[in-house]
T-cell receptor, first 111, second 112 residues
Framework: DAKTTQPNSMESNEEEPVHLPCNHS???????IHWYRQLPSQGPEYVIH???SNVNNRMASLAIAEDRKSSTLILHRATLRDAAVYYC????????????FGTGTRLQVTL | DTAVSQTPKYLVTQMGNDKSIKCEQN?????MYWYKQDSKKFLKIMFS???????INETVPNRFSPKSPDKAHLNLHINSLELGDSAVYFC???????????FGSGTRLTVV
């Protein structure tokens, strides 16, 4: 499985945008870029995913570099409820594809 | 209305016992998974079933046996429980392909 690299932790102020980076220099052409988050004492939650083009949904935006070797998850206005561990994961669509979690980025949001 | 539901939420049991965790999804997904999250919060896949067929079986002791009676259900039976089995077990489901996974809220297993 191709690996991703994320900062261990980031901090943000409430109501400000947050840009969470992810590097995936060994990404293959059939790898989709997935983002999940895990709030304290909860299961992982799907946030967004994409292949080549930028994606937007009600939770976040995903900006994918033109060479696909990096991506950025954008939370437009962070709230205290966005404090979580955010995981950037590459998902290949082969027969036995699976989400393989790394250590993620712990996002702290302060007032 | 819960999309992926697991029972029980908490399970405390003695070493050597056998226990089961059940999972059900009402999303119409064709693939289900079991993940284990240890005390260091590392999430690791254990098994995956697609339409009742086992397609992923990671290096897991054979004391762990998954069973999928239909594509909406995936159960996990654990024999001869050990202290090291204490963890949070998450069930998940997805539609096969590049689609997002939906996770349950977890079963916290404590072996004493």
């Amino acid at each position: 499985d191709a690996k991703t690299t994320q900062p261990n932790s980031m901090e943000s102020n409430e109501e400000e945008p947050v840009h969470l980076p992810c590097n995936h220099s060994t990404i293959s052409g059939t790898d989709y870029i997935h983002w999940y988050r895990q709030l304290p004492s909860q299961g992982p939650e799907y946030v967004i995913h994409g292949l080549t083009s930028n994606v937007n949904n009600r939770m976040a935006s995903l900006a994918i570099a033109e060479d696909r070797k990096s991506s950025t998850l954008i939370l437009h206005r962070a709230t205290l409820r966005d404090a979580a561990v955010y995981y950037c994961i590459l998902l290949n669509t082969g027969t036995a594809s699976k989400l393989t979690f790394g250590t993620g980025t712990r996002l702290q949001v302060t007032l | 209305d819960t999309a992926v539901s697991q029972t029980p939420k908490y399970l405390v049991t003695q070493m050597g016992n056998d226990k089961s965790i059940k999972c059900e999804q009402n999303l119409g997904h064709d693939t289900m998974y079991w993940y284990k999250q240890d005390s260091k919060k590392f999430l690791k896949i254990m098994f995956s079933y697609n339409n009742k067929e086992l397609i992923i079986n990671e290096t897991v002791p054979n004391r762990f046996s998954p069973k999928s009676p239909d594509k909406a259900h995936l159960n996990l039976h654990i024999n001869s429980l050990e202290l090291g089995d204490s963890a949070v077990y998450f069930c998940a489901s997805s539609q096969r392909g590049h689609y997002g996974y939906t996770f349950g809220s977890g079963t916290r297993l404590t072996v004493v």
